[in-house]
């Protein structure tokens, strides 16, 4: 079984950057690939950014690229985002996501965190 618990949620200012950090249990993290999410109030939950097990192969949706950057260390079990330049259409629960299967990271993930909350004020 995987767990995974997010940190790292608060609320900015437009511009403003923040660090969401994902923990994952269990010995064989480096075999994941790993994903964030996010659901705005009131909308369906959209796909991130996902990084496959060795950082290899990293992919964004278009609305954050080049301001949001995925990371992980799987020494120390972990999956960071890095938000720079947040803007209020940023707002919404964060979530992490594991599965096996690069390909499943990005649409049906088995394994979910619980959610953290970032909020962007204007």
């Known amino acids: 079984q995987v767990q995974l618990v997010e940190s790292g949620g608060g609320l900015v200012q437009t511009g403003d950057s923040l660090r969401l950090s994902c923990a994952v249990s269990?010995?064989?993290?480096?075999?994941?690939?790993m994903g964030w999410f996010r659901q705005a109030s009131g909308k369906e939950r959209e796909f991130v950014a996902a990084?496959?097990?060795?950082?290899?192969?990293?992919v964004y949706v278009d609305s954050v690229q080049g301001r949001f950057t995925i990371s992980r260390d799987n020494a120390k079990n972990t999956v960071d985002l890095q938000m720079n330049s947040l803007k209020p259409e940023d707002t919404a629960v964060y979530y992490c996501?594991?599965?096996?299967?690069?390909?499943?990271?990005?649409?049906?993930?088995?394994?979910w965190g619980q959610g953290t909350q970032v909020t962007v004020s204007s």
């Open positions: 996501a594991a599965d096996r299967s690069r390909y499943a990271i990005k649409a049906s993930p088995r394994y």
């Open positions: 269990g010995r064989t993290f480096s075999s994941y690939a």
């Open positions: 990084i496959n097990w060795n950082g290899g192969n990293i």
